[in-house]
T-cell receptor
């Protein structure tokens, strides 16, 4: 998996939107951008993923830059339960030359939600 | 539809004993992954298995650690002759096919005393 860069930590107020940035300047054309999060004392959980177009689901939105060298995970209205470590991960398309399927976690961004 | 089930949730072992961690993947999932998380550190990949096959064990320590995913039953991560440095949270994840998102279990917290 190619490398991503995220801020170590961020703070946000409850009930406000949160924008979590991720830089991936070495992304290849077939890399998907995945986001996972890990709540305290729990296993990671899948949040969202995308390739080129922006994506929305019930948990969050993913905004992908036109050159794909960065992306932003958007929590539209943060709650205290969104306090977690958020991981931005690149996964290669398995139809390409690289069939490495395992997810490699970096340090992620620790999101603090202020009541 | 139960998620990934790991047991036990907490395991205490004395130095030199064996630890066996179990993981039952989600129904219909045939790919299993094990990760280790040391206190205040990130998740480190250990091993990727499919039924009866080890696909990638590049993250497994060379000694004392082994993993299996038999045709029937859960995946087992086995740690022989545990040492204090093995104390960590061990997470298992499963996926239906290659490239799918992972579903993680709640982990087994191993404490070696």
């Amino acid at each position: 998996d190619a490398k991503t860069t995220q801020p170590n930590s961020m703070e946000s107020n409850e009930e406000e939107p949160v924008h979590l940035p991720c830089n991936h300047s070495t992304i290849s054309g077939t890399d998907y951008i995945h986001w996972y999060r890990q709540l305290p004392s729990q296993g990671p959980e899948y949040v969202i993923h995308g390739l080129t177009s922006n994506v929305n689901n019930r948990m969050a939105s993913l905004a992908i830059a036109e050159d794909r060298k960065s992306s932003t995970l958007i929590l539209h209205r943060a709650t205290l339960r969104d306090a977690a470590v958020y991981y931005c991960i690149l996964r290669g398309w398995l139809g390409g030359a690289n069939r490495d399927d395992k997810i490699i976690f970096g340090k992620g961004t620790r999101l603090h939600i202020l009541p | 539809n139960a998620g990934v089930m790991q047991n036990p949730r907490h395991l205490v072992r004395r130095r030199g004993q064996e630890a066996r961690l179990r993981c039952s993947p989600m129904k219909g999932h045939s790919h299993v992954y094990w990760y280790r998380q040391l206190p205040e550190e990130g998740l480190k990949f250990m091993v990727y298995l499919q039924k009866e096959n080890i696909i990638d064990e590049s993250g497994m320590p060379k000694e004392r650690f082994s993993a299996e995913f038999p045709k029937e039953g859960p995946s087992i991560l086995r740690i022989q002759q545990v040492v204090r440095g093995d104390s960590a949270a061990y997470f298992c994840a499963s996926s239906r096919v290659e490239g799918d998102g992972y579903t993680f279990g709640s982990g087994t917290r191993l404490t070696v005393v």
